[in-house]
């Protein structure tokens, strides 16, 4: 787990994220490039309010393969952490890779297990995202 630390970041960590523009690029900010390489999800949290906790979550090494039971954990922890530190708050996942923008089989079948985990476990998600070498976008909701 990565835990914002009192360098003074890029951003103002404190300005909510209302928009979509805004969730990619605070993406952008949080993510840097030499951390997408490979594959990866990221979880960051934002409370009701859309301001991100000093929290950001790097999950290494994920299979290409989408694992139900994987996903349905990674939300369970979205929704514990939500309940007890952002009442009424959502998350933001982050899938990495290596490649360009374009979104895979394989990554389509992360995104749907996670959206289905989600909504099995209550986990509130504002955006899923494809973050790589070439850039950041919001998938498809």
Do not use: N
């Not at 390489?37 to 859309?50: K, P």
Request: overall charge negative; hydrophobic content about 45%.
């Amino acid at each position: 787990m990565t835990t914002i630390t009192a360098e003074d970041p890029k951003f103002d960590l404190l300005a909510p994220l209302g928009t979509d523009a805004q969730v990619l690029d605070r993406v952008d900010h949080l993510i840097a490039l030499e951390e997408r390489r490979g594959r990866s999800l990221w979880l960051f949290f934002l409370t009701a309010d859309a301001v991100q906790l000093p929290v950001l979550v790097p999950i290494d090494d994920m299979p290409a393969i989408s694992d139900p039971d994987t996903a349905r954990s990674i939300c369970r922890i979205i929704a514990d952490v939500l309940d007890e530190s952002a009442p009424g708050g959502s998350a933001v996942i982050t899938l990495v890779q290596d490649t360009g923008l374009s979104v895979s089989g394989p990554d389509r079948q992360w995104l749907t297990a996670l959206r289905s985990a989600a909504a099995t476990t209550g986990a509130h998600l504002r955006m899923l995202c494809l973050a790589t070498t070439h850039g950041t976008r919001q998938l498809d909701p």
